[in-house]
């Protein structure tokens, strides 16, 4: 039971020390909030979208679920897309993957994890659509690397067909779409993909609007 209350003492220590520079820093954030970017990434607990970026709280709208996936039929991904986009009028869009990643090295095994296959079946589609280009890589490490960055890859594909991030395309030409990895070993973050609002374009899952 004490574990937790140290997140409540830090949090005290956290305010105590924003107030100490700022006076007026909770008035000012309790004003509205008018982030720039949307992040979307994985729930693994070592990767925190402020820390990793050395953003303050108001600068970034989160998002974030096992393996950081764009499911069509994730209502909760997509109400939290919308209201970014239409409402806060993000211009950047950052799916952030990470190295050694539990969820993607979960989907490139064949083990039965219970109701979570229901959710790993989407890593594993992308598995599967790769699969001879990553079994072509000998070192097993690497090959879950490539997975990784694979995966991120999809996953900014996914949102490029949205009616969401097209419409917006349209109407304002952004969101810019970046895909990027976490190195946990190093620290660093190294992108991977970057579209520019309105470069993608598919044959199939462009919409027309009125």
């Not at 720039?36 to 070592?46: E, H, N, P």
């Not at 979208?49 to 069509?72: K, L, S, Y």
């Not at 009616?163 to 030409?173: D, E, G, L, M, T």
């Not at 969101?175 to 993608?200: C, M, Q, R, T, Y």
């Amino acid at each position: 039971m004490k574990d937790y209350r140290k997140l409540l003492l830090n949090n005290k220590a956290w305010a105590s020390a924003r107030l100490e520079v700022d006076e007026h820093y909770f008035d000012d954030l309790s004003k509205g909030q008018s982030p720039l970017f949307l992040w979307i990434g994985c729930a693994d607990s070592r990767v925190p979208a402020e820390e990793i970026t050395h953003a303050d709280p108001g600068e970034i709208f989160v998002h974030r679920n096992v393996a950081n996936m764009v499911v069509h039929t994730d209502m909760n991904l997509l109400s939290v897309l919308q209201y970014a986009v239409e409402v806060l009028k993000i211009k950047h869009i950052i799916i952030c993957g990470h190295y050694n990643c539990g969820g993607v090295k979960a989907a490139m095994t064949n083990k039965d994890f219970g109701l979570i296959n229901k959710w790993l079946r989407n890593i594993k589609e992308v598995y599967e659509k790769h699969y001879d280009e990553l079994h072509a890589i000998e070192n097993e490490q690497s090959r879950f690397n490539a997975m990784v960055e694979l995966n991120v890859k999809e996953q900014i594909q996914n949102l490029a067909k949205t009616s969401i991030v097209q419409k917006a395309w349209k109407n304002s030409q952004l969101p810019h779409l970046h895909g990027w990895v976490f190195d946990i070993h190093k620290g660093e973050i190294k992108e991977v993909v970057n579209i520019s609002a309105g470069e993608w374009e598919s044959p199939v899952f462009k919409y027309e609007f009125e």
